[in-house]
């Protein structure tokens, strides 16, 4: 069977974005090449010599273990990862059935992403550096605008529109027929136009309200409306879009906005009286969330912050503790584990903590310091940060004993690694000190890392069970999404898509002594210190930014449209694009994985 290659070329992307007469050149360089059954198209290792496009037929992908990544049919393309990083094969791909490709030459390749820059975008899977906005007034509007403003029907009197605007809690109402903005009216108004006049209750909104406000796309800037309001002495900005309004922002908006910072809301935390207080802070972590991920910063960095706030608000506590329970007998040290304890917190978090108490404790001191652990978590639940479903927390009297036994704990489970202690130290592994005497812990920590590191029978089972989290990777180029329930057909990002690659991190940290809680950080010092390879380091870390990244937009996006942040995503949220991206990386993830359960984590 003879393809017709310039008309493929037109349907398949990205070679669809090439000028036409460069697809009829491509088309002209290019010829097909045929595969048996079980034909080898190339092998992990080898030389990649050209990126392939399937006509007919299918490809399956290896990783180097052998397990099965990928099934591939017409017009996908594969190779490129070789291509794009040393030109060695990352993958092995095999025909499953008689198969036809088209056959890329690798210099043309390397010419195509060169001169074409959508070519490349589509191919290149690391993560560029994005332009980080330095400030609120380069956003756009469609990342801080308040969605489905209130409106009314121009007929509608002002008491009503009054009455609404009560009700809702805002300062203003847009005048809308048929979908787009004809008036705005604001409270100002209603005193100077309508009460100031005496006019009656039942007075039309169009009698008094400002016609054919000014509006701005959600693509503007902040500064745009700043602008705006400045010169026409404005304070309120209807946004539309094609003219459909869909949005507002106000000037108490603005004010708001700008005073919410992981600064801000620290230094309101460190003088907060009660812990109701508190609660308010903390509730305003949403719009943070949504403020710096509209800003384009890096995951680590807004989950960096947010935790930040989720310390303060615990080393609040501890002081509040303090104030009402007197001074500890003893000397303590608050510790966090899971997301706080990593610094990845996001827009959702339970608690789990736990604390060492000196050895100089007493049994009658626990009274004390159980007291002190249920006002610490308590106030943690009422701020947002819920009781963990495990009780792992410092109210539980096993998580909360003197520091000999925390190393008897450690010595137990390196020894005996039956799966209980694998589940209990993948969480203590963790740890990170809050409040209270830090020296309690430094030396617990080098001691139990160097036991780990000796122990091969025990790192070997953490590998085992950190495997037990895999990526939602689907053999026909999609993702295995959930089949019923009520997450069905969407990817969990959390337990399919984070978590794999912390327990990578964790297990990494295990092996090099590492000290770092934070997964990134662990992912860098793994490369750093050779417990990985560069190469499959660097691709760890590419991935696990996306997949991350992705997560918070995901959360971002539900906050925005008033929704409660969680970590399940349908897929059809993203572009085909982006699709492919996040694809790649889950199959890094996969790979790694498989390289930590063959090799012991390295991976050349």
């Known amino acids: 069977m003879t ?120 191919f290149d899977r690391t993560r560029p550096a994005m332009a980080r906005k330095q400030d609120l007034t380069t956003m756009a509007l469609s990342d801080i605008m308040t969605p489905g403003p209130l409106t009314c029907p121009p007929g509608t009197s ?43 209750y039942d007075t039309p909104v169009r009698q008094i309200m400002t016609p054919d406000p000014i509006t701005l796309p959600p693509t503007a800037l902040v500064s745009d409306v700043l602008h705006a309001m400045v010169e026409r002495g404005i304070t309120h900005m209807p946004v539309t879009d094609g003219g459909r309004l869909v949005g507002i922002l106000t000037q108490t908006d603005l004010t708001r906005f700008q005073a919410t910072s992981s600064a801000a809301l620290i230094e309101e935390i460190t003088y907060a009286q009660s812990t109701s207080a508190l609660a308010q802070i903390v509730g305003r972590i949403p719009q943070l969330l949504v403020q710096l991920v509209g800003a384009h910063n890096a995951h680590q960095v807004v989950t960096r912050l947010i935790t930040d706030i989720g310390d303060a608000t615990t080393r609040r506590l501890l002081a509040m503790a303090e104030e009402k329970l007197g001074p500890p007998p003893v000397r303590y040290l608050w510790l966090a584990c899971g997301s706080q304890g990593r610094q990845e917190q996001t827009g ?24 002190l652990a249920k006002f610490v978590s308590d106030g943690l639940d009422e701020a947002g940060y819920f009781y963990c479903p495990g009780d792992m927390m410092a109210t539980n009297p096993k998580w909360r004993q003197p520091l000999s036994t925390w190393r008897k704990y450690f010595r137990g489970w390196i020894a005996k690694p039956d799966p209980e202690a694998q589940m ?47 990526p939602p990777l689907g053999l026909f180029r999609g993702f295995a999404t959930a089949r019923t329930g009520e997450h069905k057909n969407m990817i969990d990002l959390k337990h399919s898509g984070v978590v794999p690659v912390v ?3 964790r297990i990494y940290a295990l092996r090099g002594q590492l000290t ?29 930014d996306m997949i991350a990244d992705t997560r918070l937009a995901h959360q971002a996006a539900q906050i925005k449209r008033g929704e409660k942040p969680d970590n399940f ?6 572009s085909d694009f982006e699709r492919s991206h996040l694809r790649d990386a889950f199959v890094v993830v996969k790979t790694m994985q498989s390289a930590a359960g063959s090799r012991g984590g390295h991976l050349s």
């Open 503 to 505: 327990d990578l991190g």
């Open 3 to 122: 393809f017709d290659l310039a008309t493929i070329l037109t349907q398949t992307h990205p070679y669809d974005s090439l000028p036409a007469e460069d697809q009829a050149l491509l088309a002209g360089e290019l010829s097909e090449v045929t595969f048996d059954t079980n034909e080898v198209i190339y092998r992990i290792g080898a030389p990649q010599t050209a990126l392939f496009l399937i006509l007919s037929g299918r490809v399956n992908i290896t990783d180097e273990t052998g397990e099965l990544v990928s099934i591939l049919g017409p017009k996908n393309s594969f190779g490129e990862r070789g291509l794009m990083k040393d030109g060695m094969a990352a993958v092995t791909a095999t025909a499953a059935e008689p198969t036809t490709l088209v056959a890329i030459p690798a210099e043309i390749f390397h010419r195509l992403i060169g001169e074409h820059p959508a070519v490349r975008r589509f």
């Open 348 to 371: 959702i978090s339970d608690q789990d903590n736990c604390l060492i108490l000196d050895d100089a404790t007493t049994e009658a001191d626990d009274a004390y310091f159980a007291a």
């Open 158 to 200: 002002l008491i009503e529109a009054a009455r609404m605007m009560r009700d809702r809690r805002v300062s203003c109402v847009i005048v809308s027929e048929k979908g787009e903005a004809s008036g705005i009216l604001t409270t100002r108004d209603l005193t100077n136009k309508a009460l100031a006049e005496g006019l009656a």
């Open 569 to 574: 995503m349908p897929p059809s949220d993203l």
């Open 516 to 544: 770092q809680a934070n997964t990134r950080a662990r992912l860098v010092s793994a490369v750093e210190t050779g417990i990985i390879s560069a190469t499959g380091g660097r691709d760890l870390i590419d991935a696990y």
């Open 424 to 470: 209990l130290a993948s969480v203590m592994y963790d740890l990170r000190a809050i409040g209270g005497d830090a020296e309690l812990f430094s030396g617990l920590q080098e001691e139990t890392l160097a036991q780990s590191a000796k122990n091969s029978i025990f790192v070997a089972h953490m590998i085992s069970n950190s495997l037990k989290h895999t």
